[in-house]
T-cell receptor
Framework: GQQVMQIPQYQHVQEGEDFTTYCNSS?????IQWYKQRPGGHPVFLIQ?????EVKKQKRLTFQFGEAKKNSSLHITATQTTDVGTYFC?????????????FGGGTRLMVKP | DGGITQSPKYLFRKEGQNVTLSCEQN?????MYWYRQDPGQGLRLIYY???????QKGDIAEGYSVSREKKESFPLTVTSAQKNPTAFYLC???????????FGQGTRLTVV
């Protein structure tokens, strides 16, 4: 199957520090989506990136899509305890094979107050 | 309210028994998915369906089966052939290709 590499696997930060998770694909992507899963919960959609080099912001969250459409990042500025959870990227390959939405392994963020 | 519903939330079964997990959506979505999540791990795709009466295997389809007889419903059967069925199972749906996925609350299956 597709290879969706997401790093780091875990990240501990002090409240107020920044956090970044990276997603890398072996294939060119049609688009990339980001989800957040709180402990004990289900994944919730955050954003979708479609265009090469696209950058989108949601308050303290900044999402980027690489120029080659093979990688993406999520950056959180000044983390808060409410940011705790696992962040997943999910990819749709650009091969017209249909919508086989494949998730990365996730980055688990822990924030120390 | 519109949404995607999985039932039950917790399910216990004896080893060797088949079990079917329910997934229903009233969002009028064409695409539906089943994922498996093990503790501390990511989501692995079991099966997906883009349209009624059609579905494709994901990365870990062995030991599982699905049906898509109605647009609203995409049940997953965990068969006795699945060697390690204990896991958290998540169902999702999306309107079309390349749109956001909405997840159900999940079913936590324990096989003893």
């Amino acid at each position: 199957g597709q290879q969706v590499m997401q790093i780091p696997q875990y990240q501990h930060v002090q409240e107020g520090e920044d956090f970044t998770t990276y997603c890398n694909s072996s294939t060119t992507l049609s688009n990339i989506q980001w989800y957040k899963q709180r402990p004990g919960g289900h994944p919730v959609f955050l954003i979708q990136l479609v265009k090469s080099g696209e950058v989108k912001k949601q308050k303290r969250l900044t999402f980027q899509f690489g120029e080659a459409k093979k990688n993406s990042s999520l950056h959180i500025t000044a983390t808060q305890t409410t940011d705790v959870g696992t962040y997943f990227c999910a990819e749709n390959p650009d091969n017209n094979a249909g919508n086989m939405l494949t998730f990365g392994g996730g980055t688990r963020l822990m924030v120390k107050p | 309210d519109g949404g995607i519903t999985q039932s039950p939330k917790y399910l216990f079964r004896k080893e060797g028994q088949n079990v079917t997990l329910s997934c229903e959506q009233n969002l009028n979505h064409d695409a539906m998915y089943w994922y498996r999540q093990d503790p501390g791990q990511g989501l692995r795709l079991i099966y997906y369906s883009q349209i009624v009466n059609d579905f494709q295997k994901g990365d870990i389809a062995e030991g599982y089966s699905v049906s898509r007889e109605k647009k609203e419903s995409f049940p997953l059967t965990v068969t006795s052939a699945q060697k390690n069925p204990t896991a958290f199972y998540l169902c999702a749906s999306s309107l079309t290709d390349n749109t956001e996925a909405f997840f159900g609350q999940g079913t936590r299956l324990t096989v003893v």
